[in-house]
């Protein structure tokens, strides 16, 4: 796919996808959702891919929401539709990928922006970043998983409050009650998160993947999360990184994963 709304980059191992529309604070829109969910989907068969690093273009926002233009005359069936493609193709796509993904928060990371942070892996805000869920004042409540990843990472009160009053909260509110890890100066963001990559990208692939899966299980209410760690840790007995991993800790070297 020839991507117009975003730009991949794929730089020593780790996959730069930023939203480029700065015009609009990053906001989502068909083409911008369905050029990720190509990107994601890719990055997923790409052995060159380790990491993926999710920002926006600019330093004014993330993304600041959805695009209401396209959506504002919806029936209910539409409605329900866009949710339901926005969670399978992008939103659980990135929380179910087998690489790593970091989303590194410049500004803005409202509605849709926030819910798209909230389903990568790791946040990095820059402390000028606003975070927020202010769907109730359209009438709408978040419906590309906010709901849902907001409690889990801040628990039901905090999340009742904030999809209530919609208010905003700020990068340091949003570090202490853990919905991002690190907040840190806009010009500093990027560097932070390339020190979390390189940490990220000795470690094993196949192990990286494994975790993933068995810490996702323990919030999929189908799955049972201690049976799948067990499943996954198991799993790793079975790969070459596994015996490369062993080896070098035996022999106090550093181990080289291959992915296999």
Not at 36 to 53: G, H, R, W
Not at 89 to 105: H, R
Not at 116 to 134: T, V
């Amino acid at each position: 796919m020839n991507y117009q709304q975003i730009i991949a980059e794929l730089k020593e191992n780790v996959l730069y996808i930023t939203i480029n529309r700065p015009q609009k604070l990053n906001a989502l829109n068909k083409e911008v959702l369905s050029e990720l969910a190509d990107a994601i989907a890719n990055a997923q068969t790409n052995t060159e891919v380790s990491v993926i690093l999710l920002t926006g273009a600019g330093e004014k926002a993330f993304v600041a929401g959805a695009d209401i233009s396209e959506f504002q005359n919806y029936s209910l069936e539409e409605g329900r539709q866009l949710a339901h493609d926005g969670h399978s193709k992008v939103f659980n796509a990135i929380e179910q990928s087998s690489k790593p993904v970091i989303a590194a928060i410049n500004g803005f990371a409202l509605g849709g922006g926030l819910e798209l942070a909230m389903a990568c892996h790791i946040r990095i805000a820059s402390d000028n970043a606003k975070l927020g869920l202010p769907e109730v004042t359209l009438g709408l409540i978040p419906g590309y998983g906010g709901t849902q990843r907001l409690a889990q990472l801040v628990g039901k009160g905090l999340a009742f409050e904030m999809i209530f009053t919609a208010d905003m909260i700020t990068a340091q509110k949003a570090e202490q009650v853990g919905l991002v890890n690190y907040v840190v100066p806009q010009e500093q963001l990027l560097q932070k998160a390339e020190e979390l990559i390189a940490k990220i990208k000795q470690r094993a692939p196949l192990a990286l993947a494994s975790a993933v899966r068995a810490v996702n299980a323990g919030f999929n209410p189908q799955l049972n999360g201690y049976q799948t760690e067990i499943e996954e840790f198991g799993k790793c007995f079975d790969t070459a990184d596994f015996k490369e991993g062993s080896s070098a800790f035996l022999e106090k070297r550093k181990a080289i994963f291959k992915g296999e």
